[in-house]
């Protein structure tokens, strides 16, 4: 058994979740991490599991992804030892009228102050665009960071809240 990174994309369509994870049962992989979610009509899901060599996974896949509705990846991957340096918990959320540069921008200034992005979703509803990300700052980065968020809120003409998070609750 080996640590795999798979990923599955497609059209959504009940059942892909129920199929893939079948397949991983099917082969005696045990999932572990996984996040999975619909993207304006595409389902895309990302795993890591404990399982046989890819090549298997991937076999076991193609009756999936053999109409070219669902695109399915597999690799070994190493697993974390666990020894990367946690920061504190934070919550970033932005809200406001769709314009480009939304993400970079954010994640930019997160990176200036030594954060590191561990979640970012966003959704575009109409006119409005929202981005929740989860952080992890090092101890007393907060306060820059909310300062450089304002300067980039301002920019954007969006409105950025950062809030700290209670770790058992991410």
């Given amino acids: 058994m080996q640590e795999l990174a798979i990923t599955v994309i497609g059209h959504d369509r009940p059942g892909i979740v129920a199929d893939v994870a079948g397949v991983l049962a099917g082969l005696g992989a045990n999932l572990t991490d996984s996040t999975m979610t619909r993207l304006r009509g595409h389902f895309a899901m990302t795993l890591v599991c404990n399982g046989p060599q890819p090549a298997a996974v991937e076999a076991a896949l193609t009756p999936l992804t053999a109409d070219g509705k669902l695109l399915a990846t597999v690799r070994a ?16 959320s932005v809200h406001g009228a769709d314009r480009l540069g939304i993400v970079a921008a954010v994640t930019r200034v997160v990176e200036a102050e030594g954060g590191n992005v561990t979640d970012l979703t966003t959704r575009l509803t109409g006119p409005l665009y929202l981005l929740i990300a989860e952080v992890d700052l090092p101890p007393a980065a907060a306060d820059r960071l909310a300062d450089r968020l304002r300067e980039v809120a301002k920019t954007l003409d969006v409105e950025v809240t950062l809030r700290r998070a209670e770790s058992d609750l991410l």
Avoid: F
């Avoid at 991957?77 to 970033?92: K, Q, T």
């Fill in 77 to 92: 991957v190493e697993p974390d030892a666990g020894g990367a340096p946690r920061g504190e918990p934070y919550l970033v």
